[in-house]
T-cell receptor
Framework: NAGVTQTPKFRVLKTGQSMTLLCAQDMNHEYMYWYRQDPGMGLRLIHYSVGEGTTAKGEVPDGYNVSRLKKQNFLLGLESAAPSQTSVYFC????????????FGDGTRLSIL | EDKVVQSPLSLVVHEGDTVTLNCSYEVTNFRSLLWYKQEKKAPTFLFMLTSSGIEKKSGRLSSILDKKELFSILNITATQTGDSAVYLCAPTGGTSYGKLTFGQGTILTVHP
């Protein structure tokens, strides 16, 4: 059981370049989330989705876009990367109905030069 | 604004020691509090606490919640080097999408 899979695991970009991070889950979860983790800041929510075809802004959405065209996939896009977006990005998913824990992928380490 | 404070921020102990990690929180419409362990990659789920005074246990780890005083503790007894990790506390409020507010984490280092 793969759980939550993120690709790629590492990436280096130049300022202004664009890229898409892919998150895939095989647990048939309704909810999916994108976080970034920075030293001293903890995990902060970028965007989230409560189901296929729906997305919403989290705590730090600026500079990012997302899409959830299929239930199992949640994509995070950077249209024009900036050095401030250098971070580790985590995707998470959870099932619906009551209190359920979020399950995390292994993260994508992104450096913007 | 939701707020989570974990203490200590870092802790260094030797194998066999017992440690207590603290988490205090202020969250609107509190529903539950989750503890995660993060080694080099993904945070992995440890406990979910919803009721005060009921201790959750898993082997050498245990956790308890105090909803009146707005805090939780995570205890680890007989620590091992494999317990070295960042421990994250995350309460969840009454939003429709299960928002988690993460603390900065406690870095635990266990020396042989």
């Amino acid at each position: 059981n793969a759980g939550v899979t993120q690709t790629p695991k590492f990436r280096v970009l130049k300022t202004g370049q664009s890229m898409t991070l892919l998150c895939a889950q095989d647990m048939n979860h309704e909810y999916m989330y994108w976080y970034r983790q920075d030293p001293g800041m903890g995990l902060r929510l970028i965007h989230y989705s409560v189901g296929e075809g729906t997305t919403a802004k989290g705590e730090v959405p600026d500079g990012y876009n997302v899409s959830r065209l299929k239930k199992q996939n949640f994509l995070l896009g950077l249209e024009s990367a900036a050095p401030s977006q250098t971070s580790v990005y985590f995707c998470a998913s959870r099932g619906g109905g009551g209190n359920q824990p979020q399950h995390f992928g292994d993260g994508t380490r992104l450096s913007i030069l | 604004e939701d707020k989570v404070v974990q203490s200590p921020l870092s802790l260094v102990v030797h194998e066999g020691d017992t440690v207590t990690l603290n988490c205090s929180y202020e969250v609107t419409n509190f529903r539950s509090l989750l503890w995660y362990k993060q080694e080099k990659k993904a945070p992995t789920f440890l406990f979910m606490l919803t009721s005060s005074g009921i201790e959750k246990k898993s082997g050498r780890l245990s956790s308890i919640l105090d909803k009146k005083e707005l805090f939780s503790i995570l205890n680890i007894t007989a620590t091992q080097t494999g317990d070295s990790a960042v421990y994250l506390c995350a309460p969840t409020g009454g939003t429709s999408y299960g928002k988690l507010t993460f603390g900065q984490g406690t870095i635990l280092t266990v020396h042989p």
